[in-house]
């Protein structure tokens, strides 16, 4: 990504340069297209209320754009209650003893949670096996979509390194989770 002196641009400017960059990188944290627009839309709220008072001593634009998205995501986490797949009824039971009962929401799919959450350790797994150079590399890339020239830009290093790099990391990691979706 091209560096940019805020300065020179206007908030019209950053919101149609970094729009789809933050929805693409919302969307990959969630699985919901219209939660992601309206994420993505808080995001850019909060970057015009706070747009004057950026410092680009402090840090990048991305930088600042991608920490307001990831506030904003945890904020959305948090709140969100669609989340919560039991909820928790109390009610006396015939000897007066009050109980509590836990009921699933309709929309409770335990087999697909149990499996997501394997997956999910599985890949944490497969991550934590890479050398902690590499995990460098493959967080940028794979995690947070940077781009090659992003990553050669923070880690300095070379674009060549970059890309050697990745599909070394790539191909460890398509082998270790090589069985994760065979049936």
Not at 8 to 30: A, C, D, G, H, W
Not at 77 to 83: L, P
Not at 142 to 168: C, H, M, S, W
């Amino acid at each position: 990504m091209k560096t940019i002196e805020i300065k020179t641009l206007s908030f019209e400017q950053v919101y149609n340069e970094y729009y789809p960059i933050i929805l693409n990188y919302v969307r990959s944290k969630i699985n919901n297209q219209l939660n992601a627009e309206d994420i993505t839309a808080k995001v850019f709220i909060k970057v015009y209320q706070n747009f004057k008072t950026y410092n680009s001593e402090k840090g990048k634009l991305n930088t600042w754009i991608y920490t307001i998205a990831n506030n904003t995501l945890i904020d959305f986490f948090r709140c969100d209650k669609s989340n919560n797949y039991i909820s928790v009824n109390g009610f006396t039971d015939d000897n007066g003893k009050e109980t509590h009962e836990f009921i699933a929401s309709s929309s409770y799919n335990t087999d697909k949670i149990i499996d997501n959450m394997e997956l999910k350790k599985r890949i944490n797994r497969a991550f934590n096996k890479l050398k902690p150079n590499y995990r460098k590399f493959a967080q940028l890339f794979f995690i947070e979509q940077k781009k090659y020239e992003e990553i050669a830009d923070i880690l300095q290093v070379p674009i060549g390194t970059v890309k050697g790099t990745i599909n070394r990391c790539r191909e460890q990691l398509m082998n270790d989770l090589k069985n994760c979706y065979i049936n």
